[in-house]
């Protein structure tokens, strides 16, 4: 067993992980955070995707020792402390993009992490960055809607804490 610190939604955490341990298998088991879902194991769907120091990775595909000392953003750590959602998860409920929520989680974090960077993207951009996110129920189209849906409350919001 290695014991590695990180920072998981905000907080400091420790814990205990073989060396083989994968990111995902740390945050569902010992830190109890089943937000992250188990879809293929071989990085294909995204169902797992995090926040990793702000950038989307697949969890199925990082050791839990190689996110020692960084940051992890699950889709619990969205939410803001006092539970208000994030606007990506409020319009994803808006707009229904979702439907079984299998692999809601995962397409709520590419979505966050593409928001972060392109803060107005285009229908074409948001398919391309998506791409990594696998859907076998809602056809995508209103997963893209609710991207843009966020994307516009989240530029409101920025628009407003500067003036």
Do not use: W
């Given at each position: 067993?290695?014991?590695?610190?990180?920072?998981?939604?905000?907080?400091?955490?420790?814990?205990?992980?073989?060396?083989?341990t994968l990111l995902v298998d740390l945050l569902r088991g010992p830190l109890g955070l089943t937000g992250t879902?188990?879809?293929?194991?071989?990085?294909?769907?995204?169902?797992?995707?995090?926040?990793?120091?702000?950038?989307?990775?697949?969890?199925?595909?990082?050791?839990?020792?190689?996110a020692?000392?960084?940051?992890?953003?699950?889709v619990e750590g969205l939410a803001a402390p006092g539970g208000a959602l994030h606007p990506v998860q409020d319009a994803f409920i808006a707009c229904h993009g979702l439907q079984c929520g299998f692999c809601t989680p995962g397409m709520m974090m590419t979505a966050t992490c593409l928001l972060q960077h392109n803060p107005d993207p285009s229908d074409d951009e948001v398919a391309h960055a998506l791409?990594?996110?696998l859907c076998r129920c809602t056809g995508y189209v209103n997963i893209v809607a609710a991207v843009q849906v966020a994307a516009k409350t989240l530029r409101t919001q920025q628009a407003g804490e500067a003036a």
């Amino acid at each position: 067993m290695t014991s590695i610190q990180l920072h998981v939604n905000g907080t400091a955490v420790q814990a205990d992980a073989e060396p083989a341990t994968l990111l995902v298998d740390l945050l569902r088991g010992p830190l109890g955070l089943t937000g992250t879902h188990v879809g293929c194991d071989t990085s294909q769907c995204g169902a797992c995707t995090v926040l990793l120091d702000g950038r989307a990775v697949k969890s199925c595909t990082v050791l839990a020792v190689q996110a020692a000392g960084r940051s992890v953003t699950t889709v619990e750590g969205l939410a803001a402390p006092g539970g208000a959602l994030h606007p990506v998860q409020d319009a994803f409920i808006a707009c229904h993009g979702l439907q079984c929520g299998f692999c809601t989680p995962g397409m709520m974090m590419t979505a966050t992490c593409l928001l972060q960077h392109n803060p107005d993207p285009s229908d074409d951009e948001v398919a391309h960055a998506l791409e990594g996110n696998l859907c076998r129920c809602t056809g995508y189209v209103n997963i893209v809607a609710a991207v843009q849906v966020a994307a516009k409350t989240l530029r409101t919001q920025q628009a407003g804490e500067a003036a």
